[in-house]
């Protein structure tokens, strides 16, 4: 059955599939995916959001056989092509994810995901200074890209650009003031520019946002231990481990921080 020739049935039951979809009712999505699935086995916007649904759940090499099967059927889904991508990242097969996100821009110049998403990938590969770039044509798109600003100062990070990086840190928390990650990304470029103090209100700032976060924990922990504070270190050091019992890093540096306090 083409696109053109959907039923009123099928086309009825995808609308359902993708308004479950949507608002994560995954397993809702699921089910009606493989019903179409059962009447016409090469549906293609079926496979592609069932394969979606398994790039949600981790099954990336699901996603991946699903997807390219969609868009074997219909080759010219940007969105597709931008998760597939998404799926191959995951998998560790960056250059055929940035084949992937560069198939999608070419469908859709304009896409800002894609973009961001490229730039994620090229990172990876260590090409800084394009995922730079590929992260500022995103915002450039849609300005109140908050993960495309957050993922900029990750760039300028890694290129040493301490100062640039916070400033777009700053500019993904002020779009999106419960964004706990930025404000961790905050704390590590502070960290490693010396203002310890500084670091400290931006993790705790992270914690007030995200308790349960494990890496902020442990990165106020340090910067803890840094100013001699090892009493408190400690106390962010188990809290790391409480949430996250497998943290090597943290359990290293509790061990550390007991050695330095003679227990």
Do not use: W
């Not at 979809?21 to 549906?43: M, T």
């Not at 990336?60 to 056989?65: I, L, P, S, T």
């Not at 470029?189 to 914690?207: E, I, P």
């Amino acid at each position: 059955m083409s696109e053109q020739g959907r039923t009123p049935s099928v086309q009825k039951a995808l609308d359902l599939a993708l308004q479950h979809h949507a608002v994560g009712r995954l397993s809702q999505a699921e089910h009606i995916y493989k019903q179409v699935l059962k009447i016409d086995p090469n549906q293609p916007t079926a496979l592609h959001f069932l394969g979606v649904v398994a790039l949600q759940a981790g099954k990336n090499d699901v996603a991946v056989d699903l997807i390219t099967k969609a868009l074997a059927i219909k080759s010219n889904e940007a969105e597709a092509h931008c998760n597939l991508g998404l799926a191959l990242q995951n998998l560790g097969k960056i250059d055929d994810a940035v084949a992937s996100y560069q198939k999608a821009l070419g469908l859709k110049p304009d896409y800002a995901e894609a973009h961001n998403n490229l730039g994620n990938a090229l990172r990876e590969l260590g090409k800084l200074d394009d995922a730079a770039a590929s992260y500022r044509k995103a915002f450039a798109i849609k300005p109140n890209y908050a993960e495309a600003y957050n993922n900029l100062g990750n760039a300028l990070s890694n290129l040493g650009k301490l100062e640039d990086a916070i400033v777009s840190y700053q500019q993904a928390v002020t779009i999106k003031p419960d964004y706990a990650e930025a404000y961790l990304n905050i704390g590590f470029a502070l960290q490693n520019l010396g203002k310890t103090d500084r670091a400290v209100a931006s993790y705790r700032t992270a914690l007030g946002i995200r308790p349960d976060y494990a890496e902020a924990h442990f990165s106020l922990g340090i910067a803890l231990r840094h100013v001699g504070k090892l009493t408190d270190a400690l106390a962010s050091y188990h809290k790391a481990i409480a949430i996250k019992p497998d943290f090597v890093e943290a359990h290293t540096n509790m061990g550390a921080a007991l050695q330095e306090l003679g227990k």
